[in-house]
């Protein structure tokens, strides 16, 4: 597989594969959730690779435990295991995103990225972007969401060791940030920022991670 950023063209090193199920508990698992952790299930068996189970509930508001443990039963039930997760061995809480954030892993990301210089506070709501959407100017969506226009971005420097009570969003380089990726069943994929992507949250005025910054 290949991954391009800017002039770079990276082929990623051959390693052994490892897959993974991330439910996010706001529901019961319907059919179409059964069908995807299936199909994850018998792609890790059929590599030889093994299959790693995250909880994704850091969704405070929506995310409830009886869900997150329906989910467990029900993928048991249909036959799916997974060989790393939340119900196996001491260290169940890496699997569990809601308990990383109480590990501090998150909170030293978002430090290095401060410290480069990557991501700054952000006072901008949805409901303002909402407010663009009549405006000839306003980005279009992308999966439902608006994309961040680079000219709402705040050049503010806070000083401050953590987040805080405020939004922080990744600064994009809108010059030089064309992606390439080379999906091996899908073929090239190419995103342009602007156009496909904007500043995206990296941490929630909630007080919690976002999800593009907890998943990586």
Same mark, same amino acid.
């Given at each position: 597989?290949?991954?391009?950023?800017?002039?770079?063209?990276?082929?990623?090193?051959?390693?052994?594969?490892? %897959?993974?199920?991330?439910?996010?508990?706001?529901?019961?698992?319907?059919?179409?959730?059964?069908?995807? +952790?299936?199909?994850?299930?018998?792609?890790?068996?059929?590599? %030889?690779?093994?299959?790693?189970?995250?909880?994704?509930?850091?969704?405070?508001?929506?995310?409830?435990?009886?869900?997150?443990?329906?989910?467990?039963?029900?993928?048991?039930?249909?036959?799916?295991?997974?060989?790393?997760?939340?119900?196996?061995?001491?260290?169940?809480?890496?699997?569990?995103?809601?308990?990383?954030?109480?590990?501090?892993?998150?909170?030293?990301?978002?430090?290095?990225?401060?410290?480069?210089?990557?991501?700054?506070?952000?006072?901008?709501?949805?409901?303002?972007?909402?407010?663009?959407?009549?405006?000839?100017?306003?980005?279009?969506?992308?999966?439902?969401?608006?994309?961040?226009?680079?000219?709402?971005?705040?050049?503010?420097? =806070?000083?401050?060791?953590?987040?805080?009570?405020?939004?922080?969003?990744?600064?994009?380089?809108?010059?030089?940030?064309?992606?390439?990726?080379?999906?091996? =069943?899908? %073929?090239?994929?190419? +995103?342009?920022?602007?156009?496909?992507?904007?500043?995206?949250?990296?941490?929630?005025?909630?007080?919690?991670?976002?999800?593009?910054?907890?998943?990586?």
């Amino acid at each position: 597989m290949y991954f391009t950023i800017g002039n770079d063209r990276l082929k990623l090193p051959s390693v052994p594969y490892r %897959g993974r199920i991330a439910p996010t508990p706001t529901g019961y698992l319907h059919l179409g959730h059964a069908r995807t +952790f299936w199909i994850a299930h018998q792609r890790a068996r059929s590599m %030889g690779g093994e299959l790693v189970y995250r909880c994704e509930d850091l969704d405070r508001q929506r995310c409830q435990p009886e869900y997150a443990e329906a989910a467990i039963e029900d993928l048991r039930w249909i036959g799916v295991d997974w060989d790393q997760g939340p119900d196996l061995g001491p260290d169940r809480s890496i699997w569990i995103q809601s308990e990383r954030h109480r590990m501090d892993c998150y909170l030293e990301a978002w430090r290095y990225l401060k410290d480069l210089g990557l991501i700054y506070p952000c006072e901008v709501s949805r409901k303002d972007l909402a407010a663009r959407k009549s405006d000839r100017h306003a980005p279009e969506r992308l999966g439902g969401e608006l994309i961040f226009p680079e000219e709402l971005r705040s050049d503010a420097e =806070r000083e401050c060791s953590a987040p805080g009570e405020r939004n922080w969003r990744f600064r994009v380089d809108y010059a030089s940030s064309i992606l390439e990726a080379e999906d091996q =069943r899908l %073929g090239l994929h190419v +995103f342009e920022p602007g156009g496909d992507y904007g500043d995206f949250l990296v941490w929630r005025r909630d007080g919690y991670p976002s999800y593009e910054l907890a998943v990586v």
